[in-house]
């Protein structure tokens, strides 16, 4: 039997792999990650609420089958058995989804997301939910009602956001792979901050029924993972046609593990985005963005320049754009449907009123100013000049990708402009906060596939950098075939995965209790 230290690092492909050869039993594996979980996310606080119980059924249930072998086994998937944490903005039977806002606090779903279906459908135990910006609003996960994440490299920094208890609780070995949803790079900055893969798919390519909707035009749900071919495997397990989401494309995207298989970069052109590197970026990033280079024009890719000059009104687009669809969206949280419901003290018990006390207590300070934003932006007499405009911006960020993909198969930036900051650092200074989308946001409005994967540690502070891959929309394969080289020339240089040099996390109180358990 594999030691469990080992056990919670191996890579989900390599838990795939040694659950059916019947190394290790999935109840092993989740067990393992549980008591991880126990010993180090009271310091990391990756999770909002652990399914301990379902998660051993269900690992139970696919031993079992293992175990019987015949045809059920054989029909089993390949991540059987492999556990998952899940963005606790995606909705759930049996689990609370807060959202990570009081206004949904002890809220049950009465129906499982799609994705969660899928997951449901593959046996892959739920290991719990995690934690995340109020409504997916931030880049820090401090915007979370239940306290921030900490960042598993230093625990006095973020670890990115909306989605940093997931990409935390991956960085922390607490699971191997976690779900998380990008709106304007939720899923990407976080693992760039906490040396981990995340992947915003095309949209439309992930159902997002179920998922409780920020930016409708602009949300996706996908995979937050430690090695490139983790997230291609999760990839396609949760992806595919849904009829419940109007959106959704009906391509397979069946390809994508094969593309992380065989990885090749020989006679590809890739685009440096002359936009989103060089000001405005820290050094460590950007010595790290240059050797990523140097090791994609060795392995034989063509390295070329591409301009986006309507990047640069991306940002200033998306905070039109996002919080008018916020407004729009957060209208159904009002004391009467979901959760919360604060009745006025004094005066009268209308429902206006009742909506009125029941929003004020139940929302943060940064869902307000988005929903404010987002109401005054699409008002009579504002609605051209604001929304109208940035809807214009919109379409020339897609014609600044189409042209840039014309000369590039693959375009490439640094996925954030620094290193993960230190809590509080920017919490009142929202412009400072928004800017660490700068690279991710234009993906979110052309609706293109992008992912972020670890490119090494900065110089100036030892904190990981990511590194952000682009392909036209449909074509999330050929970013899982260059991330895997990147990835292996990477982990060559750097004598193994990133998170190897990740510090060790103590836990100090459990340790102790540990050691007098253990004297007896
Ligand atoms: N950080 C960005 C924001 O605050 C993106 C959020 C997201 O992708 N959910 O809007």
Redesign the pocket.
Known sequence: MTDTNELIRLSAADLAAKLSAGDVTSVEVTQAYLDRIAAVDGQVNAFLHVNAEEALAVAAEVDAIRAAGGAAAEELHELAGVPIAVKDLIVTIGQPTTAGSKILEGWHSPYDATVIKKLRAAKMPILGKTNL?EF????STEHSAYGPTRNPWDLERIPG???GGSAAAVAAFEAPLALG???????R?PGAVTGTVGVKPTYGAVSRYGAIA?ASS??QIGPVSRTVLDSALLQEVIGGHDPQDSTSLTDPFDNLVAAARTGNVEGMKIGIIKELHGEGYQAGVENRFNESLELLKDAGAEIVEVSCPNFKYALGA?YLI?PSEVSSNLAKFDGVRFGLRVLPKEGPMTIERVMGATRAAGFGDEVKRRIILGTYALSAGYYDAYYGSAQKVRTLIQRDFDAAFAQADVLISPTAPTTAFKLGEKLNDPLA??L??VA??PA?MAGVPGLSLPGGLADEDGLPVGIQLLAPAREDARLYRVGAVLESLLEEKWGGPLLDRAPELQAPALDAANTVGGSN
């Open positions: 910006d997916a609003m931030g880049s956001g909306s989605g949803t990008d709106t304007g790079g939720s899923i900055q920020m602009l949300d998306y996002m906060m928004y660490n989308d991710t946001i979110n």
